[in-house]
């Protein structure tokens, strides 16, 4: 059975809707069109980035994405020692000189971007990081936020269990 991390039992808690989430991507892609920064590729953090990267992809009408991925977070607030990266590896070769705008769902303690930013920047690329959430004890900040919160975040995505067969 997949695993789900349940926060009901948190009193306080950041709920990001569906619709709520439409609205942050629209923001936070108009906040980087607004830099003036214009990314040949869009990089996912797996698992958790991979939506607001599609969505900032369609947003900035960026073709080109990819995924890197990481785990780190084990359960409501309980993480591995270090962040892992996972296989497939990110095709690092097709990088080279290239702008990266790297997507994540939210900055933490910042460990995992800052391992995936560390990554991407040895294999020459010009690289900018997006959360739709930071929190105020990361160690990195990134380029462009959408919200700021110290609070538990449900996003749309994860908020229920995985389904499971019924037959």
Do not use: C
């Amino acid at each position: 059975m997949a695993y789900h991390a349940d926060s009901s039992e948190l009193d306080q808690k950041e709920i990001l809707t569906w619709e709520g989430f439409g609205t942050a991507q629209r923001e936070l892609a108009q906040q980087i069109a607004d830099s003036g920064f214009n990314p040949d590729i869009i990089i996912a953090v797996a698992r958790g980035g991979l939506l607001p990267a599609g969505a900032l992809s369609y947003s900035l009408g960026v073709k080109l994405s990819d995924a890197i991925n990481v785990e780190f977070y084990t359960d409501v607030q309980e993480t591995l020692p270090d962040p892992v990266l996972l296989e497939p590896l990110l095709d690092t070769d097709s990088i080279s000189n290239k702008k990266l705008l790297v997507v994540d769902d939210v900055a933490d303690s910042g460990r995992t971007l800052h391992l995936v930013l560390n990554l991407l920047k040895q294999h020459g690329a010009e690289v900018r990081s997006a959360v739709l959430y930071g929190k105020s004890r990361s160690e990195i900040a990134p380029d462009y936020v959408w919200k700021h919160t110290d609070e538990w975040i449900v996003f749309p995505w994860s908020a229920e269990p995985p389904v499971n067969y019924q037959g």
